[in-house]
């Protein structure tokens, strides 16, 4: 009765969670600094992507998390350990339960490590989510009718689609594509066309001040400061958000080719629910100016930003576990 319930979304460039009662608590990058000559943890989340790119050679900042499973285990343990200790405290006499989410295309792997590392952390039972059915909960779709739902999920990591029906996945397909990549291309394109060398962070700040997925009516303008790779001296450069549209194309082309394959694996009847109720966008990744025009235009189908879509993983983790008598037998299960 007293046991905290946490639901945890353990994405690739956030952590978010949700505790029962109270809503989303915690919203922190999942980025570690570690100190490279005793292994030791410096600091974990805001602190640490203020470190990103400007540290010396004694501090190594980490993404534990890459493509939305864990890449290493032991500092992805010691980030959730440190997340359920600020939620619920040190000294706690009941560990909590924890529901985490896992993307919808991992192996049995990949999403053991996520379950053993979650009750490593702290937690006393752990269940793992698909994120798309966490993501649904999360933006109150009505997935427990016999009716087509269809989400798309678009992370730091992976992006993916899902139709759901019945309080289970009917249809699914996931690409590991997401914001890290988006940013990526947007490096790549800035070094490729000006010379000039930009970090993560920038490329980030670029993302969100001036891109879009398609072409805007008022073209938007945008200093960018660097190093130029010819001289190796800092340099500045204005950019064009279409310009910035021309370096996401890629990435997201590969976002609508997962979308237009689940809506082939997509029963007819199902598929008729979808027309008429449209797809839900949620993810960090659904934020971006006219994702959503892009992917009626390329689908066809109507395409609406959720509201909160940050948060739709966190709380659709935490009401699965309220709900978690209804949902057992749509979720995986591990035995110890």
């Not at 958000?241 to 009847?269: C, D, F, N």
């Amino acid at each position: 009765m007293f046991r905290k319930e946490i639901g945890v979304d353990l994405g690739t460039v956030n952590v978010l969670v949700h505790v029962k009662g109270k809503g989303i608590v915690l919203q922190e990058p999942s980025i570690v600094a570690i100190s490279t000559n005793d292994n030791k943890i410096v600091a974990i989340g805001s602190e640490a992507y203020s470190m990103l790119g400007r540290t010396p050679d004694t501090i190594e900042v980490a993404r534990p998390m890459r493509d939305g499973v864990i890449a290493d285990y032991m500092v992805t343990h010691a980030m959730l350990r440190f997340y359920i200790e600020k939620v619920c405290g040190r000294f706690r006499f009941l560990k909590p339960k924890v529901m985490v989410s896992v993307p919808v295309g991992v192996t049995s792997v990949e999403s053991r490590a996520v379950h053993d590392a979650a009750l490593e952390a702290g937690g006393k039972e752990t269940y793992l989510i698909p994120e798309p059915l966490a993501a649904a909960i999360g933006a109150e779709m009505p997935i427990a009718t016999p009716t087509g739902n269809m989400v798309i999920d678009i992370g730091g990591g992976t992006s993916e689609a899902a139709v759901i029906a019945m309080n289970g996945i009917v249809a699914s397909g996931s690409v590991r594509v997401g914001g890290v990549r988006i940013d990526e291309a947007i490096v790549a394109y800035i070094r490729k066309k000006y010379n000039l060398m930009i970090g993560e962070q920038t490329a980030e700040q670029i993302k969100f001040q001036i891109g879009s997925a398609l072409p805007l009516e008022e073209e938007l303008t945008m200093e960018v400061k660097g190093r130029d790779q010819v001289a190796g001296l800092p340099r500045t450069v204005k950019i064009k958000s279409s310009e910035v549209t021309e370096a996401i194309a890629e990435p997201l082309a590969a976002i609508v080719g997962v979308i237009k394959s689940v809506l082939e694996k997509t029963p007819p009847e199902l598929a008729s629910d979808i027309i008429d109720r449209g797809m839900v966008m949620t993810g960090g990744g659904s934020l971006l100016r006219n994702v959503d025009r892009l992917l009626t235009k390329e689908t066809g189908v109507p395409c609406f930003v959720a509201e909160n879509a940050m948060a739709c993983v966190a709380l659709g983790a935490g009401r699965a576990l309220e709900n978690y008598a209804v949902l057992s037998k749509s979720l995986p299960h591990f035995y110890h």
